[in-house]
Structure formats: structure tokens, C-alpha cells
């Protein structure tokens, strides 16, 4: 591994390649990726796929209450039935290790486990210990998420992330599913993405709950954290064989040109994307330009809290998408310019795997703890269909590509990489966006719940082979 990982990204290529499609998929001899102990995996969430959101006294999530208010979900789509994955889990693992997926992330729902009392729901657990179990028959890693954004509604009225208490009941839950789970799991996530759940959740309203405060944002943060800091000794006390770590999605902010102001509006970006969660995780303490960019925003933090977020990580879950190109608002902050003529998604995301691997060097030069790190989720929405019953999803091949191009870049520019997670296994419930938004590598069709295999995955199968086969 470089020592000095600025001084080899200097001299990688300015872009990573776009290259041809389909039959080229395959990473060049000279990848890191062939490297048989880098773990190709693909992730899904429990509201995004279960469905069955009424049986076996499972409780009402934050989600089930706000995919039911008019207006918040694209054509008022919600995850009550989504890929039916609580009745077809077996099905949809066979397909899994048909692929020849290495590892798969899953989360759990929390309202489907414990009742509000703390009381373990058995029948909600046994769902998981029979999941895990056969996913460790197939030889599949497991990657167990506890918190993918389904609180329990009851504890949303009492205040959700906005009341410290609740991390003290997200510990006692890690406590609960650790005991229950130890020896399924390979690696625990405490939680995924607390940027979504603050923000997106508190700060400004389009994911559930719906508040909008940025003062509410910083808090449910800090509790968030928090609540990840405390889960960290009970998971090692109950399961000391696997990992343990968080799962964080990371934003590149780009200038929108030379001037200060618009490099300092990029730099607030990224405190605001990155830096607000790494910095207490991986130094103890706040980015203070956040507080710059939301002044008197400043959470309630109690002695010993930072201490208790900032406790070491096995490793560091990455989720990276797009980038946002910004310019100085102005004032304290930063305004988008979305440019023109760039590669976009079905999303409206910019494609721009430079992004990641330009994120995971930078992280390397400013975290000297920085943990290992899996790239928990990639991927892209495309509008795919299904044409006599093949899906050429020929744009995500390209993207999956190139993202494993970057992560390759960063690789061979010393960050420790241990693997990749396709986002997503199959098309699902994407938040306020619904059903029309397809991320899966697998098609679902809602009406029927048939699952198409899609050109992606056949390809991320016929590399996975390859490498099996290799000496
Ligand atoms: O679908 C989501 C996932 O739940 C969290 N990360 C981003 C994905 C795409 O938006």
C-alpha cells in the first residue's frame, strides 16, 4: 500500500474511462478486482423489499405512516406489498446464489422484531434467523444493516430521533438482534445513510418523518450517532466474530469555478455531505464550518457522547451515486448549478465515477484512522424493460463499469477497499419515489412479482465465474 496516496492520485488518469459495453465488462487483467478475496456483493433494505407489512404483529413504521399521507410518495406508491421478499425470500436467494453474489447486505425492520415494550416478536426474528441461515448454507457473506430508516412509528411519537431516549432503545434492539443473530452475521451496520435519516428526515422534509428544521437536523443527528456509538460494545460483547461498522452515503461537491467563493461553497458542501458524519465518528467532534453553513444549529451534546461516537470501527460502509456541481449562494452556503450535456440517470443523478475514487483518496488523507472500507452500495435507476423476456440495461452496465474502475483507482492509490455491493439486488420501493424508479439488477414486475434477470447481472455473473475459475 503507497504511503503517500496524493502523490499517486496525481498521476492517475484525469477520467476514468466510459470504455464499450456489454461484452466488455470484464475489468482489465492488471484490476484489482480479480483479487479473489474483494467481495462482489449486492444490498436491499426490509421496507424497500418485504412487503407484508401487517403480518406476523409486525408494528406501523415512520415509513408505513408516511407513504400514506397523499403527496409525499410518487403516484402514492407505498411498501405494504413492495417485492413480497417476506414470502418469496427463498426464491429470491436462490436467485442470489445463482448469480454467483458473494455477499448481500440486507436490513432489518425493527418494527417487525420488538414490540414497544422491548418485548422480542418471535416470529419477526425467526424470519431473519431463517434468511441468514440459508444464506450461510449458500456460502453467502452477510451484511446485516439494523437501521435502514423503518423506525417503529410509536417511538417517532415520542419524539423519534429528535429524543435522545431513542438510542437508547436502538442499543437495546442491537442488544436483542446480536443475541438472537450471533453467528449469522458477518458484519454488522449500525445504521445506513444518518445523513437521509437527518436531513431527509428532519432537515427538510422528503423522507419520513417530514420535518423541516435544520436545528432538528443537526439533533436527530447527533442522536443517530449516538445511538450507533452505544449499539457498537453490545454488537462486540454478543457477537465478537463479526465486524462492526456504520454505512455512510458520501457526496462529491464540485466548484462551479476558480473562485473562492465557489470553492468554499463546494468545501460546505462536502462538510455538509461527508465531513458531518465522519468528522465525530473519526475525530471525535463537529465539522465547526457546519455551523457556518447552519449557524445556531449546534446539537445538545452531553459529556462522554463524543467519546462514545467516536469509539474505532472494524470498517466504513461507503455509498456513493453522483456528484453535485455548486456555486457560493451568496452568503454562508452553497446553491446547485446542475450542469448541462453531462451523462444523467433516471434519477436526474449525474454519472460521475471520478467522484468516488477522488472521495476515498481524499478520506485516506484526512482520516489517519480511516477503517477499511466496503463500497455498501452503487448502482443506478434506469427505465428498464422487458423485451421478450431479456432487460437490456446496457447504461448501468457502463456505470457499474466505470464505478469499478474508480474503486480500482483508489485501490491502486492505497485506500483500503475490501468490496462492492451492487445497489440493488432487485427493483423496489425507492422512498418518495416509489415504484417508478428502477435500481434493481434483477426486474420486478409489481403485478406479477416475476423476477427478470437483467443483462447487469448476467455479466457481473459471467465475471464472478471468470475469477472463480482463475488460479
Ligand atoms: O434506495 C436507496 C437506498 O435505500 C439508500 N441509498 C440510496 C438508494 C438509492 O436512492
Same mark, same amino acid.
Given at each position: 500500500m503507497a504511503n503517500d496516496a496524493s502523490a499517486v492520485f496525481d498521476t492517475l488518469s484525469p477520467a476514468v474511462s466510459r470504455g464499450s459495453l456489454a461484452d466488455s465488462f470484464t475489468p482489465p487483467a492488471d484490476s484489482t478486482l480479480w483479487r479473489k478475496n474483494f467481495l462482489l456483493g449486492a444490498a436491499t433494505a426490509s421496507y424497500q423489499i418485504e412487503g407484508?407489512? $401487517?403480518? /406476523?404483529d409486525r408494528l406501523p413504521s415512520i415509513w408505513d405512516t408516511f407513504s400514506a399521507i397523499?403527496?409525499?410518495?410518487l403516484a402514492g /406508491?407505498?411498501? &405494504?406489498? &413492495?417485492? /413480497?421478499h417476506y414470502h418469496r425470500w427463498e426464491a429470491d436467494v436462490e436467485m442470489l446464489a445463482s448469480l454467483g453474489l458473494e455477499g448481500y447486505r440486507l436490513s432489518i425492520a425493527w418494527p417487525r422484531v420488538m414490540d414497544a415494550a422491548g418485548v422480542p416478536n418471535r416470529k419477526g426474528l425467526d424470519f431473519y434467523k431463517r434468511l441468514l441461515n440459508r444464506l450461510k448454507e449458500k456460502g453467502i457473506t452477510t451484511f446485516v444493516t439494523l437501521y435502514h430508516w423503518d423506525l417503529p412509528q410509536h417511538l417517532e411519537d415520542r419524539g423519534g430521533w429528535l429524543n435522545r431516549d431513542t438510542a437508547y432503545r436502538f442499543a437495546d434492539y442491537a442488544d436483542l438482534m446480536s443475541r438472537e443473530l450471533a453467528g449469522t452475521v458477518d458484519a454488522w451496520a449500525t445504521l445506513n445513510e444518518p445523513w437521509c435519516s437527518a436531513?431527509?428526515?428532519?432537515? $427538510?422534509?422528503?423522507?419520513?418523518?417530514?420535518l423541516a428544521n435544520d436545528r432538528f437536523a443537526t439533533q436527530a443527528m447527533h442522536h443517530l450517532l449516538l445511538a450507533h456509538g452505544l449499539a457498537m460494545p453490545v454488537l462486540r460483547a454478543n457477537d465478537p466474530a463479526s465486524e462492526k461498522g456504520i454505512v455512510a452515503n458520501i457526496g462529491r461537491g464540485t466548484p462551479n469555478s476558480d473562485s473562492a467563493a465557489d470553492q468554499r461553497a463546494a468545501h460546505l458542501f462536502e462538510v455538509q455531505h461527508n465531513a458531518w458524519i465522519l468528522d465525530p465518528l473519526l475525530k471525535g467532534s463537529y465539522p465547526q464550518d457546519l455551523f457556518e453553513l447552519w449557524p445556531g444549529t449546534e446539537p445538545l451534546v452531553l459529556d462522554g457522547d463524543m467519546q462514545t461516537i467516536s469509539a474505532p470501527l472494524d470498517f466504513l460502509g461507503t455509498n456513493y451515486y453522483f456528484r453535485t456541481n455548486v456555486a457560493s449562494d451568496g452568503a454562508h452556503g452553497f446553491r446547485d448549478v446542475p450542469l448541462e450535456g453531462v451523462e444523467r440517470t433516471q434519477m436526474g443523478w449525474e454519472v460521475y465515477p471520478d467522484g468516488l475514487r477522488d472521495l476515498l483518496t481524499g478520506f485516506k488523507k484526512t482520516y489517519h484512522n480511516l477503517p477499511p472500507i466496503y463500497i455498501t452500495e452503487n448502482g443506478m435507476a434506469s427505465d428498464d424493460q422487458v423485451t421478450d423476456g431479456h432487460v437490456e440495461d446496457t447504461q448501468r452496465i457502463s456505470f457499474l463499469k466505470r464505478h469499478l474502475a474508480a474503486v480500482d483507482q483508489a485501490i491502486k492509490a492505497g485506500v483500503d477497499i475490501r468490496g462492492y455491493f451492487l445497489w440493488s439486488l432487485m427493483d423496489n420501493?425507492?422512498?418518495?419515489?416509489?415504484?417508478?424508479r428502477r435500481f434493481g439488477v434483477v426486474h420486478v414486475d409489481y403485478s406479477t412479482q416475476k423476477r427478470t434477470i437483467k443483462r447487469s447481472a448476467e455479466l457481473v455473473e459471467k465475471f464472478l465465474k471468470e475469477r472463480k475459475a482463475r488460479a
Open positions: 407484508a407489512v $401487517n403480518e /406476523d397523499p403527496g409525499k410518495v /406508491d407505498t411498501g &405494504a406489498v &413492495a417485492c /413480497d436531513y431527509l428526515g428532519y432537515g $427538510n422534509g422528503h423522507h419520513a418523518p417530514g420501493f425507492e422512498w418518495a419515489f416509489g415504484y417508478e
